[in-house]
């Protein structure tokens, strides 16, 4: 009989330790652990989720903006700048969230709402700067103006992409068409548009040629064939020199924008991490 007692003991002992073992797993504390995990990993989106979950039993502006950033990372900016928004004005967290969620609406082309952030907040200046260097607000005239949020290291970068903005490498197409009238060929490498030249040139004088031999030689039909392609490869030679310097200031004004957006990422949006993963 005691054998039995003391049996059922060790099993009411066992079960009890079993259910505070699991109570503990499905502690806040435990669960903040996993969220942080999941983060770390990068496995945002059930980051975020986890984070909710444990939103819901304990309010928190560190949950807030943990939530924000998992949907920053995953690329949710609209949830992300609802999170941001939520941490309090008191916060110690409260600057990096405002700064956090201005970036948000920079990548979601919200510059109106860039526009009216603080300039306190130097991130937010930065990125307002460079709105109107992607074209979506006006430039500023003043250079010194235009740089003095910029970090020393920082100006340089600024300076350049404000001066390729500003005068940008351009060619002319009332240039380029002259040149091709004079020269066939030569708008187009004006236009560094080489292979296109050579042909150009190579192919209206072929024609011309052709054509000059064949009325020399009486040949009536073929001198007035020939020369009708010389005047068609030679009249889509000056068109063609105009498109190619469409072409041309187009990829200048890509190539500038391409630049700035990797340094952008680059800079992470002047925006610092918050890192908490070890």
């Known amino acids: 009989m005691k054998n039995i007692l003391y049996l059922i003991f060790i099993l009411l002992l066992f079960q009890n330790y079993s259910y505070t073992q699991e109570t503990d797993l499905y502690s806040l504390g435990n669960r903040r652990l996993f969220a942080d995990f999941l983060y770390c990993q990068k496995d945002y989106l059930r980051a975020a989720d986890e984070y909710k979950e444990i939103l819901r039993l304990s309010d928190s502006d560190t949950l807030h903006l943990k939530i924000g950033l998992s949907y920053l990372k995953s690329g949710s900016l609209d949830s992300a700048s609802v999170y941001f928004g939520h941490v309090k ?52 005239v003043n250079k010194e103006k235009f740089l003095r949020p910029f970090e020393a290291d920082e100006r340089r ?26 020269i066939p060929g030569a708008g187009k490498i004006y236009t560094q548009n080489y292979t296109d030249g050579i042909f150009a040139f190579l192919a209206t004088g072929l024609m011309s040629y052709i054509s000059y031999t064949d009325f020399n030689a009486h040949h009536q039909f073929r001198g007035w064939l020939f020369a009708g392609l010389a005047s068609f490869f030679y009249g889509g030679n ?17 190539k500038l924008n391409s630049d700035m957006k990797f340094y952008l990422e680059d800079k992470n949006y002047f925006v610092p991490d918050y890192e908490f993963c070890k």
């Open 89 to 140: 004005i008191n916060s110690l967290l409260y600057d990096y969230s405002r700064q956090a969620y201005y970036k948000c609406q920079f990548l979601l082309n919200h510059f109106d709402i860039v526009e009216l952030g603080p300039y306190y907040y130097n991130p937010v200046d930065k990125l307002y700067k460079f709105s109107s260097l992607l074209g979506y607000k006006e430039l500023p």
């Open 157 to 182: 970068a600024a300076f350049d992409f404000y001066d390729r903005k500003l005068n940008p490498p351009y060619k002319n197409e009332l240039t380029a068409a002259v040149l091709a009238a004079l």
């Open 238 to 254: 000056i068109y063609g020199s105009i498109a190619s310097v469409q072409i041309y200031n187009a990829g200048i004004n890509f």
